[in-house]
């Protein structure tokens, strides 16, 4: 069980490296830049890490699929909040369809 945790967590790093890397890019200020990357970088080093903890029991797929999928679904929501990037349906349904997908994999035995 905790090596589900452990993917989860390594999944919640993935949007911060993936927003840091957005910020670094668009500030022309070189002290800023080298901020946004190092944290990029220690985020990127966090996620992975955390990932590779929870692949010691779980499956490969499995955890990966659930890595990528709350990354997604917090990169998603931080968007929106923070970069005040539009919702549709359409998006909320694809959301849903991964939630669906995942919690399918781990009801199928894939764990």
């Keep these: 069980m905790i090596d589900l945790v452990y993917v989860i967590v390594g999944g919640f790093f993935e949007p911060a490296w993936v927003m840091a890397l957005d910020k670094a890019g668009k500030t022309s200020d070189r ?3 080298a901020v946004w990357y190092g944290l990029c970088l220690i985020s990127m080093i966090l996620s992975l890490y955390f990932l590779s903890l929870g692949m010691r029991t779980l499956n490969i797929g499995i955890s990966y699929a659930i890595w990528t999928a709350v990354g997604s ?3 998603l929501l931080l968007s ?9 349906i359409l998006k909320i349904v694809a959301v849903m369809m991964i939630l669906i997908g995942i919690s399918g994999l ?6």
């Design 31 to 33: 002290a800023y830049k």
């Design 106 to 111: 781990e009801l199928a035995g894939g764990m």
């Design 80 to 88: 929106r909040l923070f970069l005040k990037e539009s919702f549709n």
């Design 73 to 75: 679904v917090v990169t």
